[in-house]
């Protein structure tokens, strides 16, 4: 045995070593699959964006629909019995694709309205005189507890982009989009006035401080020592979005109550950061 041997073997596995290991049918842990791709990419055979992946696509397998679903206080809703007059403007200023219809109350979910159906009644004159009940299509319900790489999954099957996430109740909890678990594997574009997971409220510059949306209201009041409702609000970018009366793009502000809000961080369905200012 040569003294190279000799050096490597006494510092552990080699790489070669680790890739026979895991080629070789014996009991593999995922943390053990972890460290070879690290290994892989620390030697240059994996690039950090491909490792990044690979991570992320493993991760979704942990992850449950209600971590990374919006909220109902943030989803854009419309009423089965809106008029085009109604919710064209809605429509237009969300720029979103598809939209949950509601009946008497936003508890009951009729099914989901796409913009592409609207089109063609719309270059034939003939969406004033349509019902939208005649345009909506069937929804997909989901409980919050769905795994996402099983959700990925039925996505794919049943070639569906949307579905309505309900709670313990069968009450509307939020919305999830194919789009927001592919972003859990591929990831977002990272903002600068991005905070980390185990935070929701950070402390910033001077008398600012940087909040997610999704910060429940009782957690809001408890640290700037507020009194907001939750009567209507789980989170605090739903009361944000109220006041706004529309979907505020990055950089609006607004003023509720004794605190300044400033848009951070949105996209064409949600608030996602907050720059809160206490005033007085």
Known sequence: MSD????????????LDKI?????????SRKE?????????????????????????????????????????????????????????????SAHSRFPVYGETKDEIEGLLLTKDLLPLAAKGKLEKTSLKKLIRPATFIPESKRLNVLLREFRETRTHMAVVIDEYGVMAGLVTIEDVLEQIVGEIEDEHDIDDEHLIKHG??????????????????????????????????????????????????????????????????IRLLEVTPLG
């Open 205 to 270: 510059k001077d008398n600012q401080f940087i909040v997610k949306a999704i910060t429940p209201i009782e957690e809001f009041n408890e640290h700037f020592r507020s009194n907001f409702s939750d009567n209507e609000f789980d989170t605090i970018g739903g009361i944000a979005l109220s006041c706004f009366g529309h979907l505020p793009e990055r950089g609006e502000t607004i003023e509720v109550d004794s605190f300044h809000f400033k848009v951070l961080n949105a996209d064409n369905r949600a």
């Open 4 to 15: 190279e041997h000799s050096r490597n073997g006494s510092s552990g596995k080699t790489f």
């Open 33 to 93: 699959l972890l460290e070879i791709l690290g290994t892989a990419q620390e030697n240059g055979l994996l690039d950090h964006e491909a490792l990044s992946i690979i991570q992320g696509a493993l991760q979704v397998s942990d992850m449950k629909v209600k971590e990374i679903m919006i909220p109902r206080t943030q989803s854009v809703m419309i009423s089965v019995n809106a008029t085009p007059s109604e919710y064209l403007d809605l429509v237009i200023d």
């Open 20 to 28: 026979s290991h895991f080629l070789s049918g014996e009991p593999q």
